[in-house]
């Protein structure tokens, strides 16, 4: 009999939740999402989130099993507390999303039934690692590039939660000189190549789009500052990338996330900088792949959670 | 009864090796050292590890077990193929090192003794977790500041290896800006913030000591750019420490090397830095403690490759 996790994805502006089965399929009109956004009161973002919930589990199969609750999360995270502090979510500072989603469930959720929360990168991890780029790899990072940069690490053959659930951070990596007396926010990979800061970095040069899609479509029309723009993001991503992977003599690294099909060569020139940046060679070894997930990645990640639990460390 | 395991550590100065009992007490009489350096040759290189393992084998008690053999050595390593491309050490790019000590203990190995080669670092995280400042830790970094800057890594309560045997090496994380074209090389934390570097960076400022000794004495005094130096690699070091740990999320860093003792207070500035640079605030939990191993440590860690061979990732 198939049985199914209710998963449930937390981000900076919308939270989502469906069944998945233990193939990684989506259980079809179980899916349902809420808008999230930094404005939101807590109690607009705890509404969304029973909201998704309930609706999700309202849609399980007469005699179906539950069998866990997976839920990934906008970071920092507290695994030790239960609890969620997203950066764009500032309502939301140590709240307890873990209790919240078990209150939501309510009688759906029979007793000893794992709920399981993870950096929403960590659940990423695991979805690549199950349906993805990065089956069968002992040693594999799933980076996102977005509206921020985020990640998720296997290592041997095992999630890496870290400590307190926030292992995967490769966003706030510093790739750059720090002021000193400054934290090191301005010099992170997410600062010098997510999609909103690549924006906003081609303006300053003069370049007269909006968003993401323009500067997709002014980098393959040639557009010299587009063409700029849209490499120093690369090549930031290939240096944190370096800097990851000599640490850690990974594998494979699957790059997704809207802003990574930026242009029809970004992972080329994410190699190429890997290539030319590595100083010890072992690094060059790491294999950049496009992300194996469609949109329904954070959301099979979350259920992996329950599904592929073997692989918690 | 006693066991013994084989430890032998191979640097860029000097190959040691010794008996380490199974209580990580080195066994008297056993431990032998001969020089290697940048300047020998493959088989002077060779001769000098055959010595070492051949006089600490002849410690062996009459009836005592040897029940394995545990190497660390400079990297990079290739434990897939079991060679080691030392830095420090030209004349070995891939040598066969797991070979050659096989080859030099010969008959002292009874058919089936685990034979396990790993990353100096590596072997010195262990040592730390083993008898040394990150006992029952488990999330740990265990680094050394010295003419390199060397680590090793425990996480969810085991060693990581990396899929070659690399990971650990953060000397050559990137924390600073690259210039496009080049390798990370000079923007790395070894160059940035090891002993040589430091003195020579020191020497550039108009200082006119030679050594890290030198630099130690008149940091102690108040000089200006003494204080500069050992400021400059302490905050290079944290920054590298909070990059680390952003990506990670550890528990306990533990410092060594002889440079980190260049000043009384080298790790509160590793601390201070920190607590300044970290823009993810779970990264500020991380405790920085000095390492809890003696000059044996590198042997130790060797031998624990051995005796906790339950910890292999």
Redesign the interface.
């Known amino acids: 009999m198939t049985t199914y996790a209710l998963a449930v994805d937390l981000g900076g502006t919308k939270v989502e939740a469906a069944l998945v089965a233990d193939d990684g399929a989506v259980l079809p009109g179980s899916r349902d999402r809420r808008p999230t956004g930094a404005e939101s009161s807590s109690e607009q973002l705890a509404g969304s989130v029973r909201e998704v919930v309930r609706s999700a589990l309202g849609a399980l199969p007469d005699g179906a099993a539950l069998v866990g609750v997976g839920i990934g999360s906008a ?2 995270v ?1 695994l030790t507390e239960g609890t969620v502090s997203p950066i764009n979510l500032p309502a939301w500072r140590g709240f307890g999303l873990r209790a919240l989603v078990i209150e939501a469930a309510g009688e759906a959720l029979a007793e000893g039934v794992p709920v399981i929360l993870r950096l929403d990168g960590v659940s990423l991890a695991m979805a690549e690692h199950w349906v993805g780029a990065t089956q069968g790899v ?2 594999a990072l799933a980076v996102t590039v977005s509206t921020g940069i985020g990640g998720g ?1 296997i ?2 053959g ?1 999630l ?11 966003g ?7 002021t ?6 301005n ?2 990979v997410e600062v010098l190549a997510s999609g909103p800061h690549t924006v906003t970095w081609a303006k300053m040069q003069g370049w007269h789009g909006e968003r993401g899609e323009d500067l997709a479509r002014d980098y393959a029309a040639g557009d010299a500052v587009a063409v700029a723009a849209v490499r120093r993001s690369a ?1 930031a991503l290939g ?1 944190a990338i ?3 992977t ?6 494979v690294v699957a790059v997704g996330g809207g802003f990574s099909r930026v242009s029809a060569d970004y992972l080329d020139l994410v190699r190429a900088t890997i290539d ?8 060059t ?1 790491i294999r950049v792949v496009a992300s194996g997930l469609s949109d329904e990645g954070p959301l099979v990640g979350a259920a992996a959670l329950v599904h592929q639990a073997h692989l918690l ?1």
């Open positions: 970071g920092p507290d002992d040693n690490l290592v041997n095992r890496l939660a870290g400590g307190t659930g926030n292992a995967g951070h490769i706030q990596v510093q790739i750059a000189t720090r000193p007396g400054e934290t090191s926010q010099v992170t090549t240096e370096t800097s990851v000599t640490l850690l003599d990974l594998d030319e940046a590595a100083y010890n060679r072992y690094a070894r460390g």
